[in-house]
């Protein structure tokens, strides 16, 4: 039992010791560090860095997404590790959908991959209720898919009193009420 046990030890310090001379580990929590944080630490593992830009609405611009191989993978010496940097979340043509039923609109706006609706009624529209009358931002640009859109919908108007058969001062009265 002795020598069974004994050899066990012998093979796993050789095995250990082959390891430290050819090979290196990944360093761990990667993500989230800014990009020159990562690269530097993946140069002191003897590792060389490949830094790839991707697009991300999670993770701020400028910070690590993920690495490949993953964090504390074993791999060669001077293998390559790719790391994943955010580049932000992607921009989006916005569209114009004025004089669009509110639901169709967002309905478009989210199959374009926008996300954040902020519907105001607009009483002073004299489009039919319900009808996006404007929107801000300004259409026709880019932004990201978490960009706040607030779209001002027609409330159907301003309801007109009747003022027939008032004298004529109370009636204009009544209607710049």
Do not use: C, W
């Amino acid at each position: 039992g002795g020598v069974v046990a004994l050899a066990a030890i012998i093979v796993a310090v050789l095995l250990l010791s082959s390891n430290s001379s050819g090979g290196a580990f990944v360093p761990t929590g990667l993500t989230g560090e800014t990009q020159a944080q990562a690269v530097a630490q993946i140069k002191a593992a003897g590792l060389v860095p490949n830094v790839v830009q991707q697009t991300s609405s999670s993770v701020a611009k400028g910070l690590v997404i993920t690495t490949n191989p993953g964090d504390g993978a074993s791999i060669a010496k001077g293998g390559t590790v790719t790391v994943e940097v955010s580049a932000g979340a992607a921009t989006i043509l916005l569209p114009s959908v004025a004089n669009e039923q509110l639901g169709a609109a967002e309905t478009q706006l989210r199959a374009l991959g926008f996300n954040n609706f902020n519907p105001v009624t607009d009483q002073q529209s004299t489009l039919p209720k319900g009808e996006v009358d404007h929107m801000s931002p300004t259409p026709n640009m880019k932004y990201a898919s978490d960009q706040q859109i607030t779209l001002y919908v027609s409330g159907g108007g301003i309801q007109i009193p009747n003022v027939i058969g008032l004298p004529v001062n109370s009636a204009i009265q009544t209607l710049q009420s």
